[in-house]
């Protein structure tokens, strides 16, 4: 089974700290995305990576940076953490290959105070 | 770039009836997902389906992608079938586009 962890289900940080949010999956796949969450609005493609040391802008970069350095691993990065950033964070990947069933990390609830 | 229309918003049932949700979108598609978001928030694959049916267990889908939609059934309902459920298309630029969901609450 295709497994995507994320490094916390549950954080808090205060207005203007530096906030890091790690992804690892296990099925060797090749592309990685970082979305948020919020009511109403459905899921928003923030970044994405499609090798290991490339990245791709989505629909909402402002804000954030994002980093792969490793196949299985990709971060998003808040710069600069602010209150409008409060969001459920969720990671996935899947492999472009024609066929791409996308799997899900557990989700992270960041709530920035 | 591609709409993605889920319909209704909102749907309560009793337990033990039946169901179906709408997905529209507005291009053609190289992939399509059906998910269920548990009240924890993990998101959970149902079907991938950018053509045809495939059924697993109470649940079945149909996509028509020559007239694009697709459609997702609940049959039986239960309890733990509560949650939203969301579709999700790729037209071939590596990325999903996520419609709004639609929240289910079956009732006891």
């Known amino acids: 089974d295709v497994k995507v962890t994320q490094s916390s289900r549950y954080l808090v940080k205060r207005t203007g700290e530096k906030v890091f949010l790690e992804c690892v999956q296990d099925?060797?796949?090749?592309?990685m995305f970082w979305y948020r969450q919020d009511p109403g609005l459905g899921l928003r493609l923030i970044y994405f990576?499609?090798?290991?040391?490339?990245?791709e802008k989505g629909d909402i970069p402002e804000g954030y940076s994002v980093s792969r350095e490793k196949k299985e691993r990709f971060s998003l990065i808040l710069e600069s953490a602010s209150t409008n950033q409060t969001s459920m964070y969720l990671c996935?990947?899947?492999?472009?290959?024609?066929?791409?069933?996308?799997?899900f990390g557990p989700g992270t609830r960041l709530t920035v105070l | 770039g591609i709409q993605v229309e889920q319909s209704p918003p909102d749907l309560i049932l009793q337990e033990g009836a039946n169901s179906t949700l709408r997905c529209n979108f507005s291009?053609?598609?190289?992939?399509l997902q059906w998910f269920h978001q548990n009240p924890w928030g993990q998101l959970i694959n149902l079907f991938y389906?950018?053509?045809g049916t495939k059924q697993n267990g109470r649940l079945s889908a149909t996509t028509v992608a020559t007239e694009r939609y697709s459609l997702l059934y609940i049959s039986s309902s239960q309890t733990t079938d509560s949650g939203v459920y969301f579709c999700?298309?790729?037209?071939?630029?590596?990325?999903?586009?996520f419609g709004t969901g639609t929240r289910l609450k079956v009732l006891a």
């Open positions: 990576s499609y090798d290991v040391k490339m990245k």
């Open positions: 996935a990947s899947d492999d472009y290959l024609g066929y791409n069933e996308q799997f």
């Open positions: 389906i950018p053509s």
């Open positions: 099925m060797d796949h090749e592309n």
């Open positions: 999700a298309v790729d037209s071939g630029t590596y990325k999903y586009i």
């Open positions: 291009d053609s598609v190289n992939n």
